[in-house]
């Protein structure tokens, strides 16, 4: 199953200084999580400091566990928006579509 994650670094708690030693940690981790095959495309935000994702377990308990290893998640300095996906109907045969719209 596929997910979208949306993070966000908690600016309003931490300083730019506090994030900065954390960053190279970071992006270690989030190389290891893409080489598993839990992320499949990683991407900054463009409004707000923090990272858009998609990402496939099994379970949404599953999909934060991976998300608790991050290091900033450890230090308790980003939050998620963990969001299932599922197939867009609009490409399914019209009867395929009626069935699951039902």
Request: net charge negative.
């Amino acid at each position: 199953m596929q997910f979208l994650v949306i993070s966000r670094r908690l600016t309003d708690k931490f300083s730019k200084s506090d994030f900065e030693p954390i960053v190279p940690l970071e992006g270690a981790r989030a190389r290891y999580l893409y080489s598993i095959g839990f992320t499949r495309q990683i991407w900054h935000r463009g409004d707000q400091p923090g990272a858009c994702q998609i990402v496939e377990a099994d379970t949404l308990e599953e999909a934060r566990s991976h998300l608790s290893t991050l290091p900033m998640a450890q230090a308790g300095m980003i939050e998620f928006d963990i969001i299932p996906l599922k197939p867009y109907a609009g490409f399914a045969p019209e009867s395929v579509r009626q069935h699951s719209e039902g």
